[in-house]
């Protein structure tokens, strides 16, 4: 991320980081800021159960996109986005754009009409 910050002339926070998770039987995306980590109880509170990381492997396959260019967007049908509250303190911020050279500015309510998102949540702690 700190690549993508330089490359893009903006600060680490506002890199917008998708991390992928399975829940159930199916993966899930947390949109969050670049100084954003997971929070794990408020994780559990949100979707009932510990945070589980995707392997690369599973990245891939069960979102559409490689490991560094993962975003919120253009990914496989089932795939379920949330976009993480550490976002709502920027104007814009710098998706990927499903590959790890590649990204675009975006405001929130932009992000919010080309994610598909579920709903706003509560996940991370900021550093």
């Not at 490359?7 to 199916?26: G, N, P, W, Y």
């Not at 975006?106 to 706003?120: A, D, H, M, V």
Request: contains cysteine; charged residues 25%; negative net charge.
């Amino acid at each position: 991320m700190e690549l993508a910050a330089a490359a893009l002339h903006c600060e680490l926070q506002r890199i917008a980081k998708t991390l992928s998770f399975m829940v159930d039987d199916h993966a899930v995306l947390v949109v969050a800021a670049g100084d954003a980590k997971i929070d794990n109880p408020k994780y559990k509170a949100q979707f009932g159960k510990k945070a589980k990381m995707l392997s690369p492997e599973e990245v891939e396959t069960l979102v559409g996109h490689a490991v560094g260019g993962v975003c919120p967007f253009g990914v496989d049908e089932g795939v379920e986005v949330y976009l993480d509250v550490s976002l709502k303190r920027f104007e814009t911020v710098f998706p990927a754009c499903g590959s790890s050279d590649s990204a675009i500015e975006l405001t929130i309510p932009e992000l919010e009409g080309c994610s598909g998102y579920l709903k706003w949540v509560d996940v991370c702690k900021v550093y």
